[in-house]
Structure formats: structure tokens, C-alpha cells
């Protein structure tokens, strides 16, 4: 008597149908808590790690936007697989950093970590102990996060030590953002129409001496109208979209503008006052323009030195693990 092979495959394929759709085969909540989520250089981050860092994000952007926010979409995904990617190279990046802190004998003291977690108790009081429930994390643990941190923050410092800001940089940002140091003000309205044809119709009637509040109650798409006839109030640089600021600063008072597109829609600007100003003198800027860029470069070299260690690591993701 002859077997037929293609049967066998068929009713072993069903057995296991009906054996895992029964429950008898079940998943082994120590195995998933161990399974990798990812490997860096041979060290293998867990799913347990993983849960303890995604639940923190998962809780933070639940509270803000409500449960709905996962199913949301974010370059073509979900939100959830996209903050979940974000966090295992964040576990990723952390261990790399790890790593070469300790081949160039980067460490913290006991002093050092027993100091942070005093500063961190005597912040938080009597919530210490529940934050820690919260989270699901023994003392022994954040002690060990508390080391992580410090030894990251320590490489971080050594990175950056060497970048400065050449003082020609400092004098030729504040020459290209005059903008950034300049209190100009303007004090207008506006009337917000959907289309271009509503708004050709309705700038002929502010032109032609039509009160520019009436007209903005009456014909205006913006929320509020009502109330506020369309009043924006007094604003300066950088509080408003571009298109819209642009067109407002270069109106004289009692001036108004023609049709003015932004994502909103199509606006018509009228400007009842206008305040320009001398701008800020450098010597009164310059240190606080050597921050700013100091802090720019300073993330920049370590974002390279972080890129150049994630190019040159061996790592495995396990997405199917998240």
C-alpha cells in the first residue's frame, strides 16, 4: 500500500491547526520575556528590556493623546510600529554608547550614582517608592539605570569637549538672522475665506472702505470670528506662518493687503499699528548667540560619533519579538 506523501504534509499541517486553535499549545511568558528583540555586537536586548522602556512612551503618549493615537498613521505606518522601531534603536544606540564608554575606560563612581539617586529621592519625596511600582522596577534596577545614565552622559562630555565656536561665526549669524534680534511688532486683523474667488469678492468690499471687523464677522471661516471680528491682536517675528508674516511687516498702517495664501487658506491682512525698532546690539547678544551654536555643535559632533559607531556595529533587529 502506497502513502501519498502530499496527504501526510496536508493532515500534519491541520494537526497543528487544531492543537494551536484549541490552546493546548501555549506561549511561554518567560521565553517571550527573554526572546531578543535585537542584537548589538553579540549582546542580545530582550523583550523584557524592550516592554520596560516602551511601556514608559506608551503610558507618557496615552495620557496626552488618549489610546487612539496608535492606529494613527506616521510615514506609512502605524504610530505604534513607528514608536516601537524608535525605541529598540534607542536601546540600541544606548548599548554601542555602552560599550565604547567602557573600551575608553569611561566610569562613574559609586559616589557619583549614590548621589544622583539621593538628588533623585529627595526630588520626588514620598512618590519615589510609587514611581518605582509604577514602572515596575526594583531599586536594584534604577541604581543600574542610574549608572547608564551617568556613564552615557560622561561619554556624551568627553565627545564634545573639544568643540568651540569661532568668534567670526558668532558675529556672521547674528549679520544673517536680524529677524532673531529685532522686538518689530505689528497689531492687525484678517479675514480668512476658503477660496480665492470668496476672497477676490471680499477684498473689493475692504478696499472700498467697507468696515474691515464686519466684513471679517460676516464673510471670515476663521473659529471665534464672532467674538473676535477677526483681531489678532499684536505679534512679532516668528508667531506667525511665514507668507503671513511676511505680507503683515511689509503693510504700513492702515494698509490692507492683497489675497495672502497659507495652508489655512487665503487671508486678507489689514495692519492698524506698527512698531519697528532698532535691533538688539551684538555685544549684548554675542554670548548668548555662542550658546546657542555651541549647543548646536555640540549635538551634531556626537550625533556623528554615535552614527559612526551604529555603521560599524554588528546588530540584528527581531521585529516579529516587539
Known amino acids: 500500500m502506497r502513502i501519498n506523501k502530499g496527504l501526510l504534509v496536508l493532515a500534519a499541517v491541520m494537526l497543528v491547526a487544531a492543537v494551536t486553535g484549541c490552546g493546548i499549545i501555549r506561549k511561554n511568558p518567560e521565553a517571550i520575556k527573554n526572546s531578543a528583540v535585537a542584537e548589538v555586537n553579540g549582546y542580545v536586548i530582550t523583550r523584557e528590556e524592550f516592554d520596560k522602556s516602551f511601556d514608559l512612551i506608551k503610558a507618557s503618549y496615552e495620557s496626552q493623546y488618549g489610546t ?3 492606529n494613527t498613521d506616521m510615514d506609512g505606518k502605524k504610530f505604534i510600529d513607528y514608536v516601537k522601531e524608535q525605541v529598540v534603536e534607542k536601546l540600541i ?23 544622583e539617586i539621593k538628588d533623585t529621592k529627595d526630588y ?35 565627545v564634545v569637549e573639544g568643540v568651540t565656536v569661532p568668534a567670526e ?25 476658503d477660496t480665492r474667488e470668496k476672497a477676490e469678492e471680499v477684498l473689493a468690499k475692504a478696499k472700498a ?15 471665534g470670528v464672532d467674538t473676535t471680528k477677526g483681531d489678532l491682536g499684536e505679534f512679532g517675528y516668528g508667531m506667525m506662518v511665514q507668507p503671513f508674516e511676511e ?15 497659507t495652508q489655512f487658506g487665503f487671508h486678507i491682512i489689514k495692519v492698524f499699528k506698527k512698531n519697528i525698532v532698532e535691533p538688539t546690539p ?8 555662542e550658546v ?11 550625533s556623528q560619533a554615535v552614527s559612526k559607531l551604529r555603521e560599524q556595529a554588528d546588530v540584528k533587529t527581531y521585529p516579529r519579538n516587539m
Open 68 to 70: 487612539d493615537i496608535w
Open 247 to 261: 505680507a503683515a511687516f511689509a503693510l504700513n498702517e492702515g494698509e490692507i493687503s492683497d489675497i495672502v495664501e
Open 93 to 115: 544606540l544606548d548599548r554601542l554608547i555602552l560599550e565604547d564608554a567602557q573600551k575608553q575606560g569611561i566610569e562613574v563612581t559609586q559616589q557619583e550614582v549614590d548621589q
Open 292 to 302: 546657542k551654536l555651541l549647543s548646536y555643535r555640540q549635538e551634531e559632533a556626537y
Open 282 to 289: 551684538f555685544e549684548e547678544v554675542k554670548d548668548d548667540i
Open 124 to 158: 520626588f519625596g514620598e512618590r519615589f517608592q510609587d514611581i518605582l511600582t509604577a514602572q515596575k522596577m526594583s531599586e536594584e534596577q534604577f541604581v543600574e539605570e542610574v549608572r547608564q545614565v551617568l556613564i552615557i552622559s560622561k561619554y556624551r562630555e568627553k
Open 209 to 223: 472702505g467697507e468696515d474691515f471687523g464686519a466684513l471679517a464677522e460676516k464673510f471670515s471661516v476663521e473659529p
Open 169 to 193: 561665526d558668532i558675529r556672521k549669524y547674528y549679520d544673517e538672522n536680524p529677524k532673531e534680534f529685532k522686538n518689530d511688532t505689528v497689531k492687525a486683523s484678517h479675514i480668512l475665506l
